[in-house]
């Protein structure tokens, strides 16, 4: 298994609080993802880096900054929470194929 | 609009069954097809990856294979047991940019 760890694995926390998720991998790959998963929506692409300091929106980014300070780490932050935010949050990593791996997952609740 | 299709949306297979899952996809510059396996509460885990220069990936009782000019990639597993019941998904990466397309899943429930 890819070596990608994902902080908190559950969260429970309330509308306006701030809130960051951690990726952290072990593959010392160039690209990492931040993915949303929510039923009748499938999996939707937040944010993307493909290097230190370097990244990118993804189709559902309002509401969500990123930062990689390091090529391991990538961190998702929800600047100030709401409810629509309630979601399991996935990080992937990928290489020159393409090929992606994605974490376990960080289950967020947003009362 | 690139969109990625997968149907059924969930199947029921007694064991020792062969079955083909199915993946369709809009738009041929596709630069991989990968297939995932997820079970309930688990990330997603990589099961094949077929470049656009290929034809099809094998993999133990799985095979995949991809035909662009048609939009259709498949799976196929052999000989399904109860433990290949879980959620597979496609994901088509496409050219020109980090823009992976996810299908919805197909549910899969192997009968013991």
């Known amino acids: 298994d890819a070596g990608i760890t994902q902080s908190p694995r559950h969260k429970v926390t309330e509308t306006g609080t701030p809130v960051t998720l951690r990726c952290h991998q072990t593959e010392n790959h160039r690209y990492m993802y931040w993915y949303r998963q929510d039923p009748g929506h499938g999996l939707r692409l937040i944010h993307y880096?493909?290097?230190?300091?370097?990244?990118d929106k993804g189709e559902v980014s309002d509401g969500y900054s990123v930062s990689r300070s390091k090529t391991e780490d990538f961190l998702l932050t929800l600047e100030s929470a709401t409810s629509s935010q309630t979601s399991v949050y996935f990080c992937?990593?990928?290489?020159?194929?393409?090929?992606?791996?994605f974490g376990e997952g960080s289950r967020l609740t947003v009362l | 609009k690139q969109e990625v299709t997968q149907i059924p949306a969930a199947l029921s297979v007694p064991e020792g069954e062969n079955l083909v899952l199915n993946c369709s996809f809009t738009?041929?510059?596709?630069?991989?097809l990968q297939w995932f396996r997820q079970d309930p509460g688990k990330g997603l885990t990589s099961l094949l990856l077929?470049?656009?220069?290929?034809r099809e990936q094998t993999s133990g009782r799985l095979n995949a294979s991809l035909d662009k000019s048609s939009g259709r990639s498949t799976l196929y597993i052999a000989a399904s047991q109860p433990g290949d019941s879980a959620t597979y998904l496609c994901a088509g990466l496409y050219t020109g940019g980090f823009k992976t397309i996810f299908g919805a899943g197909t549910r899969l429930f192997v009968k013991a």
């Open positions: 880096s493909y290097g230190v300091k370097d990244t």
């Open positions: 077929i470049q656009s220069s290929q």
């Open positions: 738009d041929s510059a596709i630069y991989n």
């Open positions: 992937a990593i990928s290489e020159g194929s393409g090929e992606l791996f």
